[in-house]
Nanobody, 124 residues
Framework: QVQLVESGGGLVQAGGSLRLSCAAS????????MGWFRQAPGKEREFVAA????????YYADSVKGRFTISRDNAKNTVYLQMNSLKPEDTAIYYC?????????????????WGQGTQVTVSS
């Protein structure tokens, strides 16, 4: 059974930083792309960042490009999201997910296992 467990969320002032972690188990972690998505109250879940399984190719949403960095440690079965220069509009529940196959994607329908989410709140 695939399990994803996020951690690292919290309350931070605008301009601050947080590092989210997502520990995976139950499948060959290094083969599959990993993604981070977020959902703010009353809004759809949206793509934030993704990283491929092999070469570590990354995709970012335009809204976080240059501020967020996704990385993975295949030896630890963990993916990270380093978030710098946080803004109040980054406030959301952040979810990690693992892809259905090896194709890197920005589309949430291409991810079939999800964590429970971790809350990130950025105060102004």
């Amino acid at each position: 059974q695939v399990q994803l467990v996020e951690s690292g969320g919290g309350l931070v002032q605008a301009g601050g930083s947080l590092r989210l972690s997502c520990a995976a188990s139950g499948r060959t972690f290094s083969v599959y792309p990993m993604g981070w998505f977020r959902q703010a109250p009353g809004k759809e879940r949206e793509f934030v960042a993704a990283i491929s399984g092999g070469l570590g190719i990354t995709y970012y949403a335009d809204s976080v490009k240059g501020r967020f960095t996704i990385s993975r440690d295949n030896a630890k079965n963990t993916v990270y999201l380093q978030m710098n220069s946080l803004k109040p509009e980054d406030t959301a529940i952040y979810y990690c997910a693992t892809g259905r196959n090896s194709i890197l994607s920005r589309t949430k329908g291409d991810y079939n296992y999800w964590g429970q989410g971790t809350q990130v709140t950025v105060s102004s």
